[in-house]
């Protein structure tokens, strides 16, 4: 089978699952929409039943299954849900992860080395992590707790951020890429409740068995300085460096941030930070 087949074959497979998957749903789905209509003020049985197709004893039954009380036109909204969603489900998460490696899989084999496609599939395989932390596939036999799959969401995790960061650093030139770390920073420290992290002093290890320093921080112009006394590191550093570098930073400022004390911390601040434009995005509507 040809590579396109294939993956026409793939995209069809996934999309079939996920139909299967959405109408076992439809049931839940529907319930969870009569109840939604219900809190929001619709109380009269008839038209829910018009409205969603169904009879009027299938409406009362999503409502029992909901814990609404029909009798009680005031009651309040019961129950874990209490009209604000439905709590996350693996099956659920699990048809999304699946519609997304429909999507990825065919991508990576097509050009594997592209950094959204990498993110794409890292994203996927994040989701279906998700799905197996909600519901572990215990039929698969042991290895499936939450504690022993979670380390792999926080690997595809770091997978996703490398590979945006490899998105970005190919798009963006220094100048810009420096503009949005310091932005960064300045945002964080607004906050008033967040240290940054300037430079850091990093021992290596090395595979031979040698220990060697790196010291990370910044020149002049805010890109990112590499530099050691040992000739076994190349000084310098490139767009991705300066990326990772700086989110590396930030996350030992976070872990830092939570052993300050207040005293180290200034008041907090709800003005908006200065030269910061509000971001906005167009959404299509229906209306003329």
Sequence with gaps: MTEPNEAARIAALCELIAWAERRERLSEDRADAVA??????????????????????????DLAARTIDVSSREQEPAGPRKGRGTPLRGDAVRTVARIADAVALPAFAHTPDDPLVRATLAASRALETVADVLEPPSHQGPGWTPRETLPGLADEGEKLAHHSRRALAALADPAELTAISDSHR?????????????????????????????????????????????????????????LEAQAALQTLARIATRHLTQAALAEHRKDAQPGTPPRTRTVPSNEN
């Design 36 to 61: 939604a209509a219900w809190h929001t003020g619709t109380r009269n049985v008839a038209e829910l039943a018009r409205l969603a197709r169904v009879s009027r004893d299938t409406v009362y039954a």
């Design 186 to 242: 300045q945002a964080v420290l607004h906050t008033g409740r967040h240290a940054v992290a300037d430079a850091a002093i990093v021992t290596l290890t090395l595979p031979t068995g040698g220990v060697v320093t790196l010291q990370v921080g910044c020149d002049e112009t805010g890109w990112t300085r590499l530099t050691s006394d040992s000739p076994l590191l190349v000084e310098g550093a490139d767009s991705l460096d300066h």
